[in-house]
């Protein structure tokens, strides 16, 4: 914070915003330097000015240039009060004005600054430019005039008579002395500069100057004596700054008569002191004041202090207890300790901890402080801003660990259709494209620590994954109809041999278990099968090496590195309960033996079908792994796939409208590149505006399409379904021809699995659809469509 160089002077208070000095003109600042007593130099350029103290120099200054007599003062002027009268002040009339390089002149002579602008007659204008230099000290002033007094009929000599009419201007001598008329007072201020008290005292050297005003200048008025603390003329280095000394010294001395302490000069506003500065300064005026009532009426201060000061002690303490009773009424019914503590912290500034406690029945020092701590730092009665900070105390390693195991293929099923929204700690909404989970939490968590046993890998707490699982944004489904058809007949199958078994002849115990094992096998499928398929296995069953090859021909291939000697007995136990009911099915009579036999050797077959499924998709997810996890720079990793036909929409339609609707065919291609060490993911939709055939051809001239757009790509790993516009001949020639050399691999996945990207990227376009229309549009052609995506 700045404050204004200036405010020692005695002229005005410091009032408005501070400015540097060097933010004026080189003019003004030579006005307000010059009628402070100071010459620009070096560290002048560092003062701030504020703007009273700026108008009430430039106005001076103002006032005494339009003065048609001369302003030099008379311990240096060449001519004396005893001069003609011109317009009723004594002096000689003066014809021009003093310039800064004049005022500098004279200064050099007499050690005396005048304002610039200073009005001076020929005479001292010859004497102070050309002549002698007319510097005297003090002590040969009170020897020329003649003028010691004492101290005592000081008043009585400054009895002059003032006549109001005139438009006085302080009497300078900025160097030397400086008198003017303040409310009543008479201002005189000795300058340190060049004062030479070698023979005569500073009070005496007073007397003189006091001598010597002019006599319209004084009347009957208390004087009052100031010493001017300047720069040193050699080096006009400082700032010049009024320190009381008079008052303050007389103030002590009545205090030395009582015995008292001296007052030590303040260096800073009380208000702005320490706590501790301030109580004592007020333990010191209380002392003061009752020294002072005990000097003006002897045994009755403290009549006098409860007369002046009792009424308004009463309301204060009136108002305080009832802003105590307030604040303790509330707290007693406060429920939370945190809106107590608030409460409290009102009273910590104007109480202390008894005259609370009183009160407060209980309270204790900790409670007290930490509200007082409470209004320190937050504010009094403020409430505390509560936020919520997450502790992670999960690792990363096992946290991304158990997030690929719940989101991989043999748990979720991306569905094409549908949104959800997924809330984050922080409160911000993600949303994700609709999944579900085809198995419960209980048996998800159990497999994971299952298979974290197996492989020796530290799990997370089971209360952690039961959380994870929770805020998963998925859903168990218990029907899988128009997702997986494999999954969908497998079920079907066991439905109908549990009809079937519970039509045979068996006894109730063995209808139960078969019953039972029935159950057990399909949960096993479901489940544990889906972690015990392997690349290479000790059993046969669970090795896709030895289950996907030929006994004979060029896709035979044989597993060296181990053999096929051990049995599973989930599998086994699959085996014989399937046999069991086989059997018992052929030996019971039936009225109509051939249907209810092909029941069940085609369910036999569809669950077999789809324990081969569950082992094709694991041996095709490995390869995408495989592919994805060997990435180079510059390659990318392509998923194609035809969505289904989107049928057009209308905000508002008719029944006429909904009847023989033309659907819209739409390829989406979601391509996963890798450039300059990250991964990034683009996907390219091509949808038709007339029906076209979803043949090789338009697949092939897609794909190509797909890798022409993406010009940094260097090589190119291709996945889809195998259907038949994909394995066609025409299109891996299409692709041959086009894009020969940007070929890397291209892959297959499992029918009914793999195509997630696309299916995730088509739940988003259509629920970006869905929302358009219900905003009262319509979606009824390809470039309708593609506006919304």
């Not at 007659?121 to 002033?141: D, F, H, M, N, W």
């Not at 390659?635 to 796939?641: G, I, K, R």
């Amino acid at each position: 914070m700045s404050f204004c160089s200036f405010k020692s002077s005695q002229i005005c208070e410091c009032v408005g915003e501070n400015s540097p000095l060097t933010s004026l003109s080189s003019e003004l600042q030579s006005i307000v330097l010059t009628e402070a007593g100071l010459l620009p130099s070096d560290i002048t350029q560092k003062f701030q000015v504020c703007s009273e103290h700026f108008h009430r120099f430039l106005n001076k200054n103002k006032a005494g240039c339009k003065s048609k007599i001369c302003g030099i003062p008379d311990i240096i002027s060449s001519h004396n009060k005893d001069n003609k009268i011109y317009g009723g002040w004594y002096g000689v009339k003066a014809d021009r004005n003093v310039s800064l390089e004049k005022v500098k002149e004279i200064h050099a002579r007499t050690g005396i600054i005048v304002p610039v602008g200073t009005p001076i007659c020929p005479r001292c204008r010859k004497t102070l430019y050309c002549g002698q230099s007319t510097s005297c000290s003090v002590a040969e002033i009170c020897a020329n005039t003649n003028c010691l007094m004492n101290s005592d009929n000081l008043g009585d000599t400054c009895s002059y008579q003032y006549e109001e009419q005139y438009n006085l201007r302080p009497h300078r001598l900025n160097s030397g002395y400086n008198v003017s008329i303040i409310e009543n007072f008479i201002y005189i201020k000795i300058c340190s500069i060049k004062a030479r008290y070698d023979k005569v005292g500073p009070l005496t050297a007073l007397r003189c100057l006091l001598y010597m005003l002019p006599h319209h200048q004084v009347r009957k008025q208390p004087v009052m004596f100031e010493t001017e603390s300047c720069c040193n003329t050699d080096s006009q280095g400082t700032e010049a700054s009024v320190i009381r000394i008079d008052r303050l010294g007389k103030f002590n001395e009545f205090l030395e008569t009582c015995d008292i302490s001296p007052v030590k000069c303040l260096t800073e506003s009380l208000e702005k002191s320490s706590e501790r500065t301030k109580r004592r300064y007020l333990s010191k005026a209380n002392t003061c004041i009752t020294a002072l009532l005990n000097t003006i009426c002897p045994d009755d201060s403290e009549f006098i202090k409860k007369s002046l000061f009792g009424e308004q002690e009463n309301d204060k303490n009136k108002t305080t207890s009832s802003l105590l009773d307030a604040i303790v009424s509330s707290y007693m019914v406060a429920n939370t300790s945190t809106l107590r503590r608030q409460l409290l912290s009102i009273a910590t500034n104007d109480y202390s901890f008894a005259e609370v406690s009183a009160s407060i029945p209980g309270l204790s020092h900790y409670k007290f402080y930490s509200a007082k701590k409470h209004a320190q730092n937050i504010g009094l009665g403020v409430p505390a801003q509560t936020s919520k900070i997450p502790r992670s105390k999960i690792n990363d390693g096992q946290l991304d660990h158990f997030l690929d195991f719940i989101t991989s293929n043999h748990l979720i099923k991306d569905l094409p259709i549908g949104e959800k929204t997924l809330q984050l700690s922080t409160g911000e909404l993600i949303q994700t494209p609709n999944v579900i989970r085809s198995i419960a939490p209980a048996t998800i968590i159990r497999q994971y620590t299952q298979l974290c046993e197996d492989e020796n890998i530290q799990r997370l707490g089971t209360s952690t994954m039961y959380k994870i699982l929770t805020d998963c944004s998925a859903s168990v489904r218990q029907s899988m109809e128009g997702l997986d058809y494999y999954i969908s007949e497998g079920s079907r199958a066991f439905t109908d041999l549990t009809e079937t078994v519970e039509q045979l002849d068996l006894t109730l115990d063995e209808k139960k278990k078969t019953l039972d094992n029935l159950v057990v096998a399909k949960h096993y499928l479901k489940t544990d099968y889906k972690l015990h398929v392997n690349t290479s296995s000790s059993i046969a069953d669970h090795c896709c090496s030895y289950a996907l090859s030929e006994e004979k021909g060029p896709f035979c291939q044989k597993c060296d590195n181990h053999s096929h000697t051990d049995e599973c007995q989930q599998c086994s136990f699959v085996d014989e309960t399937l046999s069991f009911i086989s059997k018992s099915a052929i030996e019971r009579h039936w009225d109509n033996p051939e249907a209810v036999l092909f029941k069940v050797e085609k369910a036999i077959a569809d669950i077999y079908e789809w324990k081969s499924h569950i082992l094709r998709s694991k041996n095709q997810e490995k390869a995408r792994q495989a592919v994805v996890n060997c990435l180079g720079e510059n390659e990318a990793f392509m998923v194609a796939d035809w969505a289904m036909k989107f049928l057009p929409r209308k905000f508002r339609e008719g029944q006429t409208d909904w009847f023989g609707k033309r659907g819209i065919n739409w390829h989406i291609t979601v391509t996963m590149l890798k450039s300059e060490g990250s991964v990034k993911f683009l996907t390219h939709v091509h949808i038709f505006e007339q029906p076209t055939p979803q043949d090789a051809a338009t697949t092939g001239a897609i794909l190509v399409d797909v890798v022409q757009n993406i010009p940094s790509v260097k090589k190119v790993n291709i996945w889809s379904d195998n259907a038949g516009c994909y394995k066609s001949t025409l299109t891996i020639a299409t692709l041959h021809q086009e894009l020969d050399k940007k070929i890397k691999s291209y892959n297959f996945c499992e029918a009914q699995d793999g195509k997630g990207a696309c299916d995730r990227k088509a739940s988003h376009i259509k629920s970006a659809i869905k929302r358009y229309v219900n905003e009262g549009n319509n979606v009824t052609t390809a470039h309708q469509m593609k506006l919304v995506c």
